[in-house]
């Protein structure tokens, strides 16, 4: 069998942690930052555990991640 693609974009935006659980950064900080709340983009600084629906496709993403 073949080897398999790692889809570029997602190894430069997600990394997997020891545990296998998927560790990225949060949307919606790069621009129409006045609309939203102080508490919404202090809780999106630095990177967050994805949620296991959207981890599973992220996986699928990076086979030898």
Do not use: E, W
């Amino acid at each position: 069998m073949s080897k398999l693609k790692t889809k570029s974009g997602a190894k430069k935006r997600f990394k997997l942690t020891a545990n296998g659980k998927v560790r990225g950064s949060a949307a919606f900080l790069s621009h129409n930052l006045r609309k939203r709340s102080q508490k919404m983009k202090r809780k999106a600084r630095g990177t967050m555990i994805l949620q296991d629906c959207d981890a599973k496709i992220v996986k699928q993403f990076l086979p030898y991640g």
